[in-house]
């Protein structure tokens, strides 16, 4: 048994995630900035599995309320998960969109890792980070900077600290309402959740899911670069 913080608690890759986690009497604290619904949520999974369950606010855009969360969590959590994106289709909200996807879970990565010696974070990034023409995006650059901010980590090999990069391709969450996506392409939150938890404990840093994704984004990326 092991003790989780879910940060952007309120996402359904994140609630079916701690359901996984609650089936294998792992405990977990969810947090959000919208307290209301992660209260909702909070409650149903507590009548589900019929235990007490903690929850707080963590805005990951308040990038100065880091340090008092920090000092106040509880002393055993020893992994993280990240769930935690926004995405627009027209983007308009550039600093909503740099500091949700990169910004605010880089510098929270870094001032908890300086007070606690964490088994495991695990952070949902994005399969956009491998396009060729991430650049293009505001989205999928801050996916791809935040990607390589965890590629850094691992590579200081800190042997008591295991980092899982997500990538997954489009997931069947409001996220993606506004986008004509084929469902061919999609991938449910239970499933995805399921995918992670079952690599959980393996070696494997880097995880595209569904693994089709791969061979998408090398043909995508080499049909970009002849037409250049």
Do not use: C
Request: net charge positive; proline share 2%.
């Amino acid at each position: 048994m092991s003790k989780y913080l879910i940060i952007g608690g309120n996402s359904d890759i994140a609630i079916e995630f701690a359901r996984i986690l609650l089936k294998k009497n792992n405990e977990i604290i969810l947090s959000s900035n919208d307290l209301e619904k992660l209260s909702f949520n909070v409650k149903k999974l507590e009548i589900e599995f019929n235990t007490k369950i903690k929850f707080l606010h963590l805005d990951i855009e308040n990038l100065n309320s880091f340090d008092e969360i920090i000092n106040h969590l509880d002393s055993d959590i020893k992994n993280l998960f990240f769930s935690s994106g926004y995405l627009e289709k027209y983007e308009t909200n550039i600093k909503k969109i740099e500091y949700v996807n990169y910004l605010g879970p880089k510098i929270f990565i870094e001032k908890i890792l300086r007070t606690r010696n964490l088994n495991k974070i695990i952070a949902i990034t994005s399969i956009s980070a491998d396009r060729i023409d991430y650049n293009k995006k505001v989205y999928s650059r801050s996916k791809k900077l935040f990607t390589e901010f965890l590629r850094s980590l691992i590579r200081l090999d800190k042997n008591d600290l295991k980092i899982k990069i997500i990538k997954p391709g489009y997931v069947k969450t409001k996220m993606i309402k506004n986008l004509n996506i084929p469902s061919i392409l999609t991938i449910s939150p239970k499933k995805l959740s399921q995918q992670i938890f079952k690599k959980i404990d393996t070696d494997q840093t880097e995880l595209v899911i569904p693994h089709y994704w791969k061979m998408i984004i090398f043909i995508f990326n080499l049909i970009f670069f002849y037409k250049k």
